[in-house]
């Protein structure tokens, strides 16, 4: 624990005194307790720095991993690649464990370059407002694109309203955070078994996460050889800070914030201030930084993009205060950290943004990184220059390297691809990284033949390979087409066809291959023969399980007869009538004898049912007029 009487100052800053409880008074007001429903429906003032809504996405794939080494109770569950360089990793915590908590990843530049090696980790940690299914760095910020070209992991820890990544000494508003014991005994471990972290790291945040990475780097200081605090609160302690402190958890998702340190001047309060603190940062870089509070919103030279509203003015000139005391403090300890007090700026998106690239050439100087990690030293030359020259993927972050019989280049927003066959082609977005997922040139596929096209019913996007194709909607999302499927598909219309686009990757069954699409699936069987079932007939031969069920492979496309429709398969039909709906029924005795007696259009008419086991022995089949059944070797009938 920290010793309150040792580290208190002596005196007072007459002016923090007489600046910082007029401006609690006005975060009172602003941030006073909502009803229910307005803290629902987004009235309080610091809404505006909440992260904007992210438009939902289709993972590209999803693997489940084994990661040995980790803590009881800790576990990977899931990996869902979003691009082929940012991952979601869904991890089963110990000290969290009502819900699997994500923490989202952007792979280093060389990750898939040079797999045997490891690399340093960035961590950012978000705001008050941090939300359940994004980071706020990736919503509101080009973190994903100014750390293409680094051989940098950037960790985003996703989800943690108010909590100041702390371990809460209760459980409140629904929560029983545990952030501190998941980051520092959970995730580590994670990184260094299963995600080839170096163990070198760096830490950053803005807001409530500057004043969370200043606390994580003080309580584990062997962790981390920098930390940074954009807009952070590095002073918890003084008069009118726990009450400004609490009055935002209150604002940002109603929380009563004693639940987490306890009540104001308790020690808990004591052992999270980051200005008491300070001697676990001697070994360490500090990079401080905060505006003065003044809009410069149309200036020369502003990063704003946007005029600033009473909470972002009043949340920065509180951040500036703490902040001044902490370097202060730090000073005086012998640190010396970087500093960045502008003399405008306010709370807001844009200024994280700009101290984000500020901070770099620190971050790298404090994890040691050579000059080829630190950035791209690159050019696009050739058949991928021009290929690239639009700008649609950015700039390149390497230089071009060998690929089985071409060569690849990776740039900040997608890869480039060049072969003596198909000539250079640029990949983007998920269908790059659906493309990169199942082996990009090493894989089936091949080297792409064209880059990325619309579709021309305006819906999709497509790009074609030597051996298929990948279509992608926002709908659907990306999958791979092979070629035998491509051209039924396209005999069929393509996406205009009654079929739509893949709605999932080609599958191995039955000694084939089958494909499901909006409405319906195309197989291929052993000797290359295609077809496709659609409609009633294809839910029926879905439920079943399609060619791992006892029908097998299509040998037919569907029949249309008088009344309704059918199919042939390897083992069986499907036969659909409006009255009846889509029924299976097997080869065999039953099948044989219905066919003695006219089918469909005999006697006992359509079938009502699946053919299905009788307990005592044998199968069956109900029809329109009567049943039929196979006992013992004999076949029964019965009327209706």
Not at 76 to 92: D, G, K, P, Y
Not at 170 to 184: Q, R, T
Request: aromatic share 10%; proline share 6%; charged share 20%.
């Amino acid at each position: 624990m920290r010793d309150t009487a040792s580290r208190s100052p002596q005196r007072r800053r007459t002016w923090l005194a007489a600046a910082v409880l007029p401006t609690t008074v006005a975060l009172g007001i602003s941030m006073a307790p909502a009803a229910p429903a307005q803290i629902s429906s987004g009235s309080s003032l610091s809404d505006s720095i909440r992260p904007s809504d992210p438009p939902q996405r289709t993972p590209v794939s999803t693997e489940y991993p084994d990661v040995q080494g980790l803590p009881e109770g800790v576990d990977v569950q899931r990996i869902e690649w979003i691009t082929n360089r940012r991952i979601a990793l869904f991890i089963q915590s110990a000290a969290m464990p009502d819900e699997l908590i994500q923490v989202q990843m952007l792979l280093a530049r060389d990750w898939h370059l040079d797999k045997d090696r490891t690399f340093p980790e960035v961590w950012a940690m978000d705001g008050l407002r941090a939300r359940e299914d994004d980071s706020g760095w990736t919503i509101e910020t080009n973190i994903e694109q100014f750390y293409a070209d680094k051989n940098v992991n950037v960790i985003l820890p996703v989800g943690g309203e108010s909590s100041f990544y702390a371990d809460w000494q209760e459980p409140n508003n629904g929560k029983n955070y545990k952030w501190e014991s998941f980051l520092m005994k959970e995730l580590v471990p994670v990184l260094d078994n299963g995600f080839r972290s170096s163990k070198e790291r760096a830490i950053f945040g803005l807001s409530m996460g500057g004043t969370a990475a200043m606390n994580l780097a003080q309580r584990h200081p062997h962790m981390f050889e920098f930390v940074g605090s954009f807009s952070g609160y590095l002073d918890t302690t003084s008069p009118g800070m726990p009450e400004a402190i609490l009055a935002a958890q209150t604002d940002a998702g109603g929380y009563d914030g004693r639940a987490m340190w306890g009540a104001p001047g308790s020690q808990g309060w004591v052992d999270h201030d980051p200005k008491l603190g300070l001697e676990a940062l001697k070994d360490m870089k500090v990079y401080v930084s905060a505006g003065s509070g003044r809009d410069d919103f149309g200036e020369a030279n502003s990063v704003a993009t946007g005029p600033a509203n009473a909470a972002g003015i009043s949340l920065e000139i509180l951040s500036r205060m703490t902040s001044q005391t902490f370097v202060d403090r730090a000073r005086a300890a012998g640190i010396e950290p970087t500093v960045h007090f502008r003399p405008s700026g306010v709370h807001a998106w844009p200024y994280w943004q700009f101290e984000m690239a500020q901070s770099w050439t620190e971050i790298a100087n404090a994890l040691s990184l050579s000059e080829t990690d630190r950035g791209a030293d690159c050019v696009a030359t050739g058949a991928i220059a021009e290929a690239t020259k639009s700008g649609v993927i950015g700039s390149c972050v390497n230089n071009e390297y060998a690929v089985e019989d071409g060569v690849r280049q990776d740039f900040r927003s997608g890869v480039a691809y060049w072969s003596p066959d198909t000539g250079a082609h640029a990949l983007v977005g998920a269908i790059n990284a659906r493309y990169h997922h199942i082996g990009g040139p090493s894989g089936w596929l091949g080297f792409p033949k064209t880059s990325e096209r619309a579709t021309p019913d305006g819906v999709g996007r497509y790009v074609h390979f030597e051996n298929g194709s990948i279509y992608w909607t926002p709908a659907t999302g990306a999958y791979e087409i092979p070629a035998p499927i491509f051209e039924k598909w396209g005999s069929l219309g393509w996406e205009r066809s009654e079929l739509g686009y893949p709605v999932a990757a080609p599958i191995d069954a039955a000694g084939g291959q089958i494909q499901q699409f909006q409405n319906g699936f195309i197989t291929v069987d052993a000797d290359g023969q295609t077809h496709w079932v659609k409609g009633e007939i294809a839910k029926k031969y879905g439920a079943l399980d399609t060619a791992n069920s006892a029908l097998g492979l299509p040998t037919s496309d569907e029949r249309l007869i008088r009344g309704g429709a059918f199919q042939e398969f390897e083992n069986g039909n499907i036969y659909w009538s409006p009255a009846t709906g889509a029924r299976m029924i097997k080869y065999g005795a039953i099948f044989d004898h219905w066919g003695t007696k006219g089918w469909e259009q005999g006697e006992f008419g359509w079938p009502t049912a699946d053919q299905t086991t009788i307990p005592a022995g044998g199968e069956t089949v109900r029809f329109e007029n009567g049943t039929i059944s196979e006992v013992n070797g004999r076949i029964q009938e019965e009327r209706n």
